[in-house]
Nanobody, 113 residues
Framework: QVHFVESGGGLAPPGGSLNLTCTAS????????MDWHRQVPGKLRQAIAS???????TYDDSVKGRFTISRDNALNTVYLQMDSLKPEDTARYYCNSYPSRPWGQGIQVTVSS
């Protein structure tokens, strides 16, 4: 059974930082690209960062230069370092493989003073 468990979210001030962690299980993690997505109420879930199994990385323009995705295949874990946070980064954040599998619960990130 596939599981994604996200952690590391919470409240941060504008300009602050958070580091999200996602631990995956139930599939061969090292064979798949991994993505971070985010969703705000009333809007579609949006992919914001992706890392292939070979380490190729892409970002949505909204986070480019501020967020850093990385992975540790030995730990079945993908990370999202979020710096220079903005109020518009407030959302629920999810990780998933590509192709996607059943979603985890996600983790809330709130950027506010």
């Amino acid at each position: 059974q596939v599981h994604f468990v996200e952690s590391g979210g919470g409240l941060a001030p504008p300009g602050g930082s958070l580091n999200l962690t996602c631990t995956a299980s139930g599939f061969r993690f090292s064979d798949y690209a991994m993505d971070w997505h985010r969703q705000v109420p009333g809007k579609l879930r949006q992919a914001i960062a992706s890392i292939t199994n070979r380490g190729r990385i892409t970002y949505d323009d909204s986070v480019k230069g501020r967020f850093t995705i990385s992975r540790d295949n030995a730990l079945n874990t993908v990370y999202l370092q979020m710096d220079s946070l903005k109020p518009e980064d407030t959302a629920r954040y999810y990780c998933n493989s590509y192709p996607s599998r059943p979603w985890g619960q996600g983790i809330q990130v709130t950027v506010s003073s």
